[in-house]
């Protein structure tokens, strides 16, 4: 079994309505700028996932200066996501976690 069939199925729009409950959170879309640029869930900003990490510290903690907020993170189909979720607790974003991929979002689509 490879790495990628023991992730856990995240649905991305209970992600979203899992969100609604949380006072301070961020919906961040780890797509490249491209990607989002094509559309992506409304609300979202862009910090691409590459870009998540200690090297780039100063540029995460300028695009997320809160590091206690509920930081929501999706990509395509959940894989980046997590791992930029991963380095985002590591850099001190306790609250970072994956919802999932934007190829299984059923709302609205803003460009």
Do not use: W
Not at 10 to 28: H, P, S, T
Not at 42 to 52: D, K, V
């Amino acid at each position: 079994m490879g790495y990628y069939e023991e992730l856990p199925e995240l649905d991305i729009n209970e992600g979203l309505e899992d969100m609604k409950i949380y006072k301070n959170a961020v919906l961040v879309d780890v797509r490249t700028p491209e990607e989002y640029a094509e559309g992506h869930v409304p609300g979202a900003i862009n910090l691409e996932a590459a870009l998540c990490g200690r090297k780039n510290r100063a540029y995460v903690e300028s695009v997320l200066p809160d590091k206690t907020a509920h930081v929501c993170m999706y990509c395509y189909s959940g894989a980046r996501s997590g791992m930029a979720a991963a380095f985002l607790r590591q850099m001190g974003y306790d609250r970072a976690e994956n919802i999932g991929g934007y190829e299984g979002y059923e709302g609205p689509v803003e460009i």
